[in-house]
């Protein structure tokens, strides 16, 4: 992110080494003109948080490489108007499957993890997701944007996990049709809640949640794809209001 000094703030990830496990975060500024790094700030993922993403199958607690996957790659990198800036990664992994003379490749994009950076230090957040579907599904993945300090994350979602405990591993979103939209609201002090924004129904219709775009205040331009046997057809277009 450039700054109006015309630096750069910078943010990532961190490994023991390039094989290893996600150690975890760091954060620093870049000046460009002399190519000096400075306030350099490098936190590991906590210890409860490499616990909760063991469980998930997303991490390891214990052994020489205790760390989260490196499946968890950066999605965001933006600044809240408080000042502070959140780094955001998503879990995706590809699978191929070959029998006989099909080759068959899925989707896991699984669970959002949020780091608030600011002065006070670095608060990590965990979003459960769980999607599977065929690579190249446009119904997967996550789009973010601000609402005042809050952040929220759309993405669509099993209804279920709406009331589920935010600590237990998610239902399984494996038919996108099926899916509800959902929306993870997130605090200043890391809390998140889920509400169902709209539910996909019977038509067919998903949402594609990376084509969202933000046309105004609290108002956004939603894209629908219909599926079908083959895959999908038949677009709809409408603006979502969020307050």
Same mark, same amino acid.
């Given at each position: 992110?450039?700054? =109006?000094?015309?630096?750069? =703030?910078?943010?990532?990830?961190?490994?023991?080494?390039?094989?290893?496990?996600?150690?975890?975060? @760091?954060?620093?500024?870049?000046?460009?003109?002399?190519?000096?790094?400075?306030?350099?700030?490098?936190?590991? $993922?906590?210890?409860?948080?490499?616990?909760?993403?063991?469980?998930?199958?997303?991490?390891?607690?214990?052994?020489?490489?205790?760390?989260?996957?490196?499946?968890?790659?950066?999605?965001? @990198?933006?600044? #809240?108007?408080?000042?502070?800036?959140?780094?955001?990664?998503?879990?995706?992994?590809?699978?191929?499957?070959?029998?006989?003379? #099909?080759?068959?490749?899925?989707?896991?994009?699984?669970?959002?993890?949020?780091?608030?950076?600011?002065?006070?230090?670095?608060? @990590?957040?965990?979003?459960?997701? #769980?999607?599977?579907?065929?690579?190249?599904?446009?119904?997967?993945?996550? %789009?973010?944007? %601000?609402?005042?300090?809050?952040?929220?994350?759309?993405?669509?979602?099993?209804?279920?996990?709406?009331?589920?405990?935010?600590?237990?591993?998610? $239902?399984?979103?494996?038919?996108?049709?099926?899916?509800?939209?959902?929306?993870?609201?997130?605090?200043?002090?890391?809390? $998140?809640? #889920?509400?169902?924004?709209?539910?996909?129904?019977?038509?067919?219709? $998903?949402?594609?949640?990376?084509?969202?775009?933000?046309?105004?205040?609290?108002? @956004?331009?939603?894209? =629908?794809?219909?599926?079908?046997?083959?895959?999908?057809?038949?677009?709809?277009?409408?603006?979502?209001?969020?307050?």
């Amino acid at each position: 992110i450039a700054d =109006k000094s015309g630096g750069l =703030k910078i943010a990532g990830t961190y490994k023991a080494s390039r094989r290893k496990r996600i150690k975890g975060v @760091f954060y620093c500024n870049y000046d460009p003109a002399s190519n000096n790094v400075s306030g350099m700030k490098m936190t590991e $993922v906590p210890e409860d948080m490499v616990a909760l993403l063991d469980k998930d199958k997303q991490a390891d607690k214990e052994g020489k490489d205790v760390g989260i996957s490196s499946n968890f790659n950066p999605c965001n @990198f933006s600044e #809240r108007k408080n000042g502070s800036f959140d780094l955001t990664l998503e879990f995706n992994r590809y699978f191929r499957n070959t029998t006989g003379v #099909r080759e068959d490749s899925w989707l896991f994009s699984e669970t959002i993890l949020n780091i608030n950076i600011s002065a006070a230090g670095m608060v @990590f957040t965990r979003i459960p997701k #769980r999607q599977e579907f065929g690579a190249g599904d446009p119904a997967a993945f996550n %789009y973010s944007f %601000y609402a005042g300090n809050k952040m929220v994350f759309l993405y669509n979602d099993d209804k279920r996990n709406e009331a589920r405990d935010i600590n237990k591993t998610p $239902v399984t979103l494996d038919n996108s049709v099926k899916s509800v939209l959902m929306a993870a609201i997130l605090d200043e002090k890391g809390n $998140v809640e #889920r509400r169902i924004v709209y539910e996909h129904g019977d038509d067919k219709y $998903v949402t594609i949640v990376k084509g969202v775009q933000p046309v105004g205040t609290g108002e @956004f331009f939603v894209k =629908k794809l219909r599926s079908n046997a083959f895959g999908y057809e038949h677009n709809k277009f409408g603006i979502l209001t969020i307050n």
